[in-house]
């Protein structure tokens, strides 16, 4: 159980360097004007419309960093400094949001996946480590190993549908900002030193996606070692 707790901390000081590196990022490209003038609402709009996407709102939502498309009511929410601010982190932003509704009328693969496992891991993350925690104490009794120990596994295939939706998570967060970048530059909307703020703060809010895979398959692999290390 030890080096359980050694490798949620790790893990956890890796997140938090990266989610404070993002946030110094995206403080340092707001700082960056954008030459056109457009807000991130704008520039939204436009990526939408220069794909041919027509069907697609684009909103205002409360908090920081709380960006997100949401395929069910195809909306585009932007937080509210993105949705209003006219530089480069706001473009990166408004166009990569942009470009998971590109994805979704492109009908991509890993997207479509992902949307199907929502509703499903919604669920079973809830559960997942308190099945294999409870399966393990079972197991440890004689009398209910045989019941613990599928309660355990129980647990890890829910652990695994969790990893699963993680490493599935990072081609589609990859594959939109590489399609937002993509139209920033070919519509010349940015100039190279906004270009570059808008690549450098894609790049780290990619990293959060790529810490967050790698800590769940090590708790996944964590576990399943503790639940099938101990049988004969």
């Not at 989610?19 to 704008?42: C, D, H, I, P, T």
């Not at 960093?65 to 480069?88: C, F, I, R």
């Not at 480590?129 to 596994?153: E, M, N, T």
Request: charged share 15%; hydrophobic share 50%; glycine share 8%.
């Amino acid at each position: 159980m030890m080096g359980f707790y050694i490798l949620i901390g790790l893990i956890s000081l890796v997140s938090m360097l990266v989610s404070n590196k993002l946030k110094s990022k995206f403080k340092k490209y707001s700082q960056v004007e954008l030459r056109n003038g457009m807000s991130g609402a704008e520039i939204a709009e436009k990526m939408l419309k220069d794909n041919g996407i027509f069907d697609v709102k684009v909103i205002s939502t409360p908090g920081m960093l709380t960006d997100h498309y949401n395929p069910q009511n195809k909306t585009v929410n932007l937080s509210e400094g993105v949705y209003n601010q006219k530089n480069a982190a706001a473009a990166a932003v408004a166009a990569h949001e942009c470009g998971h509704a590109v994805q979704h009328a492109a009908a991509y693969s890993y997207l479509k996946m992902r949307s199907q496992l929502v509703p499903i891991v919604s669920v079973t993350s809830k559960f997942s480590q308190w099945l294999v925690i409870g399966g393990l104490f079972l197991g440890a009794a004689s009398a209910s190993a045989g019941i613990g120990f599928y309660i355990a596994i129980a647990g890890l295939v829910f652990m695994g549908l969790a990893t699963l939706f993680s490493f599935i998570t990072l081609p589609v967060e990859y594959d939109a900002s590489n399609r937002a970048l993509a139209w920033l530059k070919n519509k010349n909307m940015v100039s190279q030193q906004e270009l570059a703020g808008a690549t450098d703060a894609l790049k780290w809010a990619a990293r959060t996606y790529l810490v967050a895979a790698l800590g769940s398959l090590a708790a996944l692999l964590y576990w399943g070692l503790q639940i099938l290390g101990g049988r004969d």
